[in-house]
């Protein structure tokens, strides 16, 4: 049995794992659930000994391990399959199973992997042609050759990183076959995925992770519902839920129309909540709305006027403000001060430039005052932007944006690295500007977030909007599982795409 | 033991001005090594050196001549490098400027303005020689350090091919431009020399590109689209038209270059019209560290290595190429130094002797 105690890791200013306890036995299969960036991976990585703990320990079988890089988890049977396959392609399935394998002084282990081969083929039933090249392998071969790679080494415990992602459900129903094989022949498999329906049929016990910590651990009894399992990943709101008040939305202020994925349309005096799990399509939507990237199949309207070939200058001239979700690598140029970055979408209009020349002393006293309200630390306006932590560059972007008192706001993932009281006062700020009369879409893959602040809720899952209904229609539930893409019941028949 | 690079949490400033320093040191060893192994002794080579560059007012002026096209040729490569456009192409474009100079300057115009002409036309065709391999990165992914360099000799076989035909001079049949006329000639700035007005507009285009860079949305533009040109894009830059403008004006400068060489100095353009300005204004811009203000002084300093390596070498009898290798070590020299402004060497001990502890 292997077990995982007090595991907790930082990065930066980040706690993603918190005083984690897991631990699996040979032949179970573990499901570990949790929303995106609930720390799963990471302590699965710390396992495979690609992350080190800062504190915590693994016992195998009651020993201490000291698992310092993945040759050592490897060492101590522990194998794992990630998300993105990690083979080289224009090499034979052969010339990857021995890469990193030791062989004789002269030779390379061919023959006895062969041999292995062989074997693995009848105790599992998993088999790939060891001379066929990768490159002509497709994703579900490729997946099974990572696995194999796995167990050649005689894994006791195996850990797949959403395995499913990529596959098609032919694939799935053979790797399903492999796992319950391995599980029978005593390999612990530990399963990180976001597909409830996968977990129940598979799992023989449920973990689920919510800002870094575990918060249930559940026995897969066959009792367990698509909707439980969501509640305890998402989580109640914490602290009490401030339901914003009503307001009655005014006129369409911009509209995102797409054959393939739907519209997406924002009215004045309105907040959209776009929900989704992370790389479903929200950045082509976020970037699309500002002028970013090119409407492919549609059109944007704002104002009911057609946008023809619209840059980030035009739009922005329109009244849509924009932050993106790539901070450091969109949003701000680390190598400039901060208040250059706090001006710089404005800074060839009054009053920060006359005639192209810079008006120092008000870009400097703009910023300081903007430090001032949006509480940047250290409150300097003459520093490296990439000197500040990451919330504090989310504050100078929403510095940036908002203070131009914009008609539309496009922004992604708002409080990611914020604090409980930063978080706060961007919705503050958010729902001010939007009483205001503007129009906002908000992304967000966290539904505290999208219930707080919410006047409608959109739901993204594979590039499509499955769900378009106002917030008090719908419920976190409702929303969780729409996000994970089973646009169960209630869901569907509330369908409202415009 | 390993040795291992270690980035710094910010660029030290103290070694930001050491590096330059640091790096005229380790030119001045290696040359002096060079030196020594010629059977001179060091010392007095660089002492002629010294003394041939700035040992007397003609000698000085003479360096402030040779520093005019390389103060052109450095803020040339720096306002490219700003935008991580990489312009190797001074020298083309210098050429370029000089063919400009000349035509202008052959022509029949009213006196006063050869000298307004002149600039103008080298500016422009010194810019279009940098515009066109930044518009062929722009639009098919050219990759600039290549298409840069490369026409530095398409442009200088072509003005070899232009001065042997139809440009050869018909009075001496050499293989020299026709002069030009009297009033093109740039006026003489310092009585009893060869100090013309070109190094004012050096020293000129040196502050105007401080103020740019430093004062101006231009320069802010310029400055976030070289260090993170998605988040320009993103905040409302137009990314593309900033590049290629700042292109243009990057081969503008080093047209000037040549502009200067045949307006104040040659008055026709010759073969050796550039004994590598061009490629010396690279050095010029990553000693001053892509600064504009500071590219006067690094400018001064390879001016004054190469009137003085000329002076030295006909008193001690090493070649004058030596000019080169001092160059050519304080450019290796600065790089090196530059890498240890943002990070700092760590030794450490092997990996074994961790476990072991």
């Known amino acids: ?498 | 033991m390993r040795i291992r690079l270690e980035p710094r949490l910010q660029t030290s400033q103290s070694a930001m001005l050491l590096a330059p320093i640091i790096a005229v040191a380790a030119a001045m060893v290696v040359s002096g090594i060079l030196i020594a192994s010629a059977g001179v002794n060091p010392i007095q080579a660089f002492g002629t050196m010294i003394k041939a560059a700035v040992g007397s007012r003609s000698a000085f002026l003479e360096t402030l001549l040779k520093v005019t096209p390389l103060i052109f040729t450095g803020l040339c490569a720096a306002l490219a490098f700003r935008i991580k456009f990489w312009n190797i192409g001074g020298e083309g474009q210098l050429l370029l400027g000089a063919m400009a100079a000349a035509y202008v300057g052959t022509q029949t115009l009213p006196a006063w303005s050869y000298l307004p002409l002149m600039i103008a036309a080298g500016f422009l065709l010194g810019g279009l020689g940098a515009l066109l391999p930044a518009w062929l990165r722009l639009k098919l992914n050219v990759n600039d350090t290549v298409s840069t360099l490369m026409l530095n000799f398409v442009i200088f076989f072509g003005m070899m091919a232009l001065l042997s035909g139809p440009w050869k001079d018909p009075i001496s049949g050499w293989s020299d431009s026709p002069d030009i006329v009297m009033n093109a000639e740039f006026p003489i700035i310092v009585e009893r020399s060869r100090l013309h007005i070109g190094f004012l507009l050096a020293v000129g285009s040196a502050v105007v590109l401080w103020l740019v860079s430093t004062r101006t949305t231009f320069g802010m533009a310029m400055k976030a689209i070289g260090e993170n040109p998605r988040a320009a894009h993103h905040a409302g830059f137009s990314v593309s038209k900033i590049f290629l403008v700042t292109a243009l004006l990057s081969g503008g400068l080093a047209g000037l270059a040549g502009v200067c060489e045949v307006g104040g100095v040659q008055f026709q353009v010759i073969s050796t019209i550039s004994p590598g300005y061009g490629y010396a204004g690279l050095v010029v811009a990553t000693l001053a560290r892509l600064h504009p203000g500071e590219i006067i002084l690094s400018a001064m300093f390879l001016g004054a290595i190469m009137t003085g390596a000329d002076e030295m070498s006909r008193q001690t009898g090493i070649p004058a190429t030596l000019a080169d290798v001092v160059q050519g070590v304080s450019l290796l020299a600065m790089l090196i130094a530059l890498v240890f402004t943002r990070y700092r060497l760590r030794l450490r001990a092997s990996n074994k002797k961790v476990e072991a502890l």
Request: charged share 25%; proline share 4%; hydrophobic share 40%.
């Open chain 1, 1 to 498: 049995m292997l077990e995982m105690t007090a595991i907790s890791k930082r990065f930066g200013d980040a706690l993603v794992n918190d005083d984690v306890d897991f631990n699996i036995k040979p032949g179970e299969i573990v499901a570990l659930l949790g929303e995106n960036g609930a720390g799963k991976s990471t302590l699965m990585n710390v396992l495979f000994g690609l992350y080190r703990a800062d504190s915590g320990e693994i016992r195998l079988d009651g020993t201490r391990l000291s698992i310092r890089s993945p040759v050592d988890a490897l060492g101590h049977g522990i194998g794992m399959v990630h998300q993105h396959s990690h083979v080289v392609r224009r090499h034979t399935v052969m010339e990857n199973l021995l890469v990193g394998r030791p062989g004789g002084r002269w030779q390379l282990a061919d023959a006895s992997i062969r041999q292995r081969l062989l074997e693995i083929q009848d105790e599992f039933g998993l088999w790939l042609d060891p001379d066929v090249q990768v490159s002509g392998l497709s994703i579900g071969e490729i997946q099974r050759l990572e696995i194999l790679r796995a167990l050649i080494d005689e894994v006791r415990i195996l850990i797949l990183d959403e395995p499913t992602s990529v596959l098609t459900p032919q694939q799935v129903e053979g790797l399903f076959a492999a796992m319950r094989a391995m599980a029978n022949r005593g390999v612990g498999i530990v399963m990180i995925s976001h597909k409830l329906d996968e977990v129940r049929a598979l799992s023989d016990r449920v973990v689920i992770m919510r800002r870094g910590k575990v918060v249930a651990e559940l026995d897969n009894d066959k009792t367990l519902t698509n909707a439980q399992l969501s509640n305890l990943m998402c989580g109640r709101a914490v602290e009490p839920v401030r339901k914003s008040p009503a307001a009655s939305p005014g006129k369409t202020l911009l509209a995102l129309h797409s054959q393939r994925r739907g519209s997406v349309t924002l009215r004045a005096n309105q907040i959209v909540c776009l929900a989704g799990i992370s790389g479903n399509g929200q950045v082509e939507i976020t970037e699309q709305m500002s002028g970013v990237a090119p409407v492919s199949d549609g059109h944007l309207e704002i104002d009911g006027q057609i946008v023809e070939e619209p840059t980030p200058k035009r739009i922005r001239s329109l009244g849509v403000a924009y932050i993106p979700e790539d901070r450091q690598g969109a949003g701000m140029v680390g190598a400039m001060t901060l208040e250059q970055n706090i001006v710089m979408s404005r800074s060839d209009s009054w009053p920060f430039s006359k005639w192209g020349w810079l008006r120092r002393k008000v870009i400097r006293d703009f910023a300081s005052q903007k430090i001032a309200e949006y509480d940047i630390r250290p409150p300097r306006s003459d520093l490296r932007a990439s000197l500040y932590s990451g919330g504090n560059q989310q504050k100078c972007l929403l510095a940036r944006e908002l203070s131009v008192s914009p008609r539309v706001v496009v922004i992604a993932y708002p409080t990611r690295g914020l604090d409980v009281q930063a978080s706060d006062f961007v919705y503050r700020k958010l729902i001010e500007l939007r009483d205001n009369g503007a129009a906002i879409l908000v992304v967000s893959d966290d539904l505290d977030e999208v219930f707080t602040l919410a006047d409608r809720v959109a739901v993204i899952c594979a590039g499509r909007l499955t769900l378009d209904c106002p917030a008090d229609e719908t419920t976190p539930e409702d929303v969780g599982l729409a996000m994970m893409g089973s646009v169960a019941q209630s869901a569907a028949s509330k369908e409202g795409t415009t």
